[in-house]
């Protein structure tokens, strides 16, 4: 059973930094999406970054350049490492993952999700 643990997260001043970390080691699929998204109050689910072995890295065009998503070497932990923090950041970051690599271009097709982490910036 795929359980997608998430850690990080906080309150942070407006260009700040922060890091999100998601267990990914009970995955067992061959060539998933890994991602990102994110909620604010009010809002739809967006995806923020995802990664796959067929197109790599992409980014929400709002974080490109801010924003890293990463895997450390095991592929057990999926990262986003966030500088430059905007209000507009705000919101309930969730860890996504989907079976087909390109499962993750929508929250609508991500079939496995963490718990959720809070990340706050204040301007």
């Known amino acids: 059973q795929v359980q997608l643990v998430e850690s990080g997260g906080g309150s942070v001043q407006s260009g700040g930094s922060l890091r999100l970390s998601c267990d990914t080691s009970?995955?067992?699929?061959?060539?998933?999406?890994l991602g990102w998204f994110r909620q604010a109050p009010g809002k739809e689910r967006e995806g923020v970054a995802s990664l796959d072995g067929v197109s790599g890295a992409n980014y929400l065009d709002s974080v490109e350049g801010r924003f890293t998503i990463s895997q450390d070497d095991g592929k057990n932990t999926l990262h986003l490492q966030m500088n430059n923090l905007k209000a507009e950041d705000t919101g309930m970051y969730y860890c996504?993952?989907?079976?087909?690599?390109?499962?993750?271009?929508?929250?609508?097709?991500?079939?496995?999700w963490g718990q959720g982490a809070q990340v706050t910036v204040s301007s």
């Open positions: 996504a993952l989907d079976p087909s690599w390109n499962g993750c271009r929508t929250a609508a097709m991500v079939r496995h």
């Open positions: 009970t995955v067992t699929y061959s060539n998933p999406c």
